[in-house]
């Protein structure tokens, strides 16, 4: 069978093997924002989806010191727990910080150490190789993948594998992307906002096509309250640093569309609050 035979497949049998089902996220308040679809007494109804979707490739962008990093660490930690395999790719710190943060975010979470029996790091913040050709990066997270029977990848971030190249970063992510589909895994790839973006765009250091490529893109955003509108507005005080969460897309299943509060726990653990307004959910 050659290449056009291959491309085309018929509707109704292409997804034959997949299921639509939720992977929590280990966030909460998140699992709740994304929505399935289900028919009871010839009415489709919607449901909470109970977190991502399972072989999804989610994109969480932002700013520095949005959360970008405790979300990865808490979903790699949800999936543990739950006796998962989890590759956790490193691109910006070394693996040794990666790993003193999520035995904090761990105890945070109320996590088993033995927990961490299920996740491999890739260090690629220490090793050039693996951070900079897409080959040896791939084949290293294969072999990581086969020491815990990984269903899951995180990297952290995807903006390091395109540094100072932003012109190939729509090819390197495109090819991120069809490694996680190929394995059937369940994706988060975090990315950094340039300081010029507009902080709740879904745009990313490389452009859009990054959020484009990938099936689902949360935005973090961050605000300091600077006036007295602001403070009320917000329920903050003046010089407080108000953080935002949002689902920008997500093509895989319906998804809450309004601009939600995000709280950074003193324990150092991400939770999604109330909505700003009363817009409507996505579906």
């Not at 943060?101 to 790091?121: E, K, P, S």
Request: with cysteine; charged share 25%; glycine share 10%.
């Amino acid at each position: 069978m050659n290449a056009i035979e291959r491309a085309i497949v018929r509707a109704g049998q292409a997804g034959q093997e997949l299921r639509l089902e939720g992977v929590p996220t280990g966030v909460e308040g998140l699992d709740e924002l994304f929505f399935q679809v289900e028919f009871h007494d010839g009415q489709p109804k919607t449901l909470p989806l109970g977190g991502f979707p399972r072989g999804a490739a989610v994109h969480v962008t932002g700013i520095s010191d949005t959360g970008k990093s405790l979300l990865a660490e808490q979903f790699c930690l949800a999936q543990a727990a739950r006796g998962e395999g989890v590759v956790f790719v490193t691109v910006e710190s070394p693996a040794a910080f990666v790993d003193m943060a999520l035995q904090q975010r761990r105890l945070a979470m109320g996590v088993r150490r033995d927990a961490l029996d299920h996740v491999v790091l890739v260090d690629a913040a220490m090793h050039d190789a693996v951070r900079e050709d897409l080959p040896t990066f791939f084949a290293t997270v294969k072999k990581a993948m086969e020491e815990v029977g990984a269903r899951h990848l995180v990297v952290d971030s995807l903006t390091g594998l395109y540094e100072a190249r932003e012109m190939q970063a729509r090819a390197i992510v495109r090819r991120v992307f069809q490694f996680v589909k190929e394995h059937r895994l369940t994706a988060v790839l975090t990315s950094q906002k340039r300081s010029g973006h507009e902080e709740l765009s879904a745009e990313a250091a490389g452009g859009f096509a990054v959020s484009h490529i990938l099936d689902v893109t949360l935005v973090l955003a961050k605000r300091t309250v600077l006036s007295a509108a602001q403070a009320r507005m917000w329920n903050a005080t003046l010089g407080e640093i108000v953080r935002f969460l949002r689902i920008d897309g997500s093509r895989l299943c319906g998804h809450d569309t309004r601009t939600h509060f995000l709280e950074i726990s003193r324990e150092g653990l991400l939770k999604v609050g109330p909505p700003l307004g009363t817009g409507g959910e996505g579906q």
